[in-house]
């Protein structure tokens, strides 16, 4: 009987770059992957349409994160909110248990994008909530959010915003430097990978609907751009 090799060094495992691999399906996927297109905002500024998430691969480095929308049992209905929203299906077999995931992506400077997947599996829910947070990505107007026009540089807002989802509302007000995030822990999350460092908001419905709640904050920041380009 051979002895198992405790010392034995397996080859290391090649990484595959998703992009090398990539076949455009769509005119604007072949444009991007031809160097006809160079940046994200010749594609959003034309509200073009994004089919294929190796688009944003290829002209932004993103980085993500995910909402936590879902909650942990616990004692009293107390447990701790997590990543994954758990619901059960009855069916003759029993219950069939389907995971969700919020995804949002982000590069800091003004874009972002948020996604919902849903699956049997946690890792697949992830990776539909990915996908779609990409193919989603808006533009966010940033600006000087100083009072006594200091020139802070693009760390908040340049005006007041508002964004409505279900019965959540979401006002964003911009801040001078050094404020800080002042807004709810989850959209800490969305403005950081905006790229925003000092904000007021205010928030009002029932918060604790964490799918409306990231969604009417996209909103707002969705206005910034749209109230930038009808002035």
């Not at 200091?150 to 915003?161: C, D």
């Not at 604790?208 to 909103?219: G, P, Y």
């Amino acid at each position: 009987m051979k002895k198992f090799d405790k010392k034995r060094k397996y080859p290391p495992r090649e990484v595959v770059n998703p992009l090398d691999t990539w076949d455009p399906k769509t005119k604007l996927g072949k444009d991007v992957q031809d160097g006809k297109i160079k940046t994200i905002d010749e594609i959003l500024d034309k509200n073009e349409k994004i089919l294929e998430p190796e688009i944003i691969d290829s002209l932004i480095k993103v980085e993500s994160d995910l909402i936590s929308m879902g909650q942990s049992k616990g004692k009293f209905g107390g447990g701790k909110r997590r990543a994954w929203r758990t619901t059960q299906r009855k069916t003759k077999e029993g219950n069939v248990a389907t995971f969700s995931a919020l995804a949002v992506v982000g590069d800091g400077n003004g874009h972002v994008g948020i996604g919902f997947g849903k699956s049997k599996e946690t890792l697949p829910a992830r990776d539909k909530a990915l996908r779609k947070a990409k193919l989603n990505v808006i533009k966010v107007a940033l600006g000087d959010g100083s009072f006594d026009s200091v020139g802070g540089g693009n760390t908040s807002i340049p005006f007041k915003v508002e964004g409505k989802s279900g019965s959540v509302r979401v006002i964003l007000m911009p801040a001078p430097p050094g404020t800080g995030l002042a807004v709810a822990d989850e959209l800490k999350k969305i403005l950081k990978l905006v790229g925003i460092k000092d904000i007021y908001s205010k928030t009002f419905g029932k918060q604790r609907t964490t799918f409306n709640f990231a969604k009417a904050c996209m909103k707002a920041l969705e206005n910034t751009n749209q109230e930038v380009n009808s002035q």
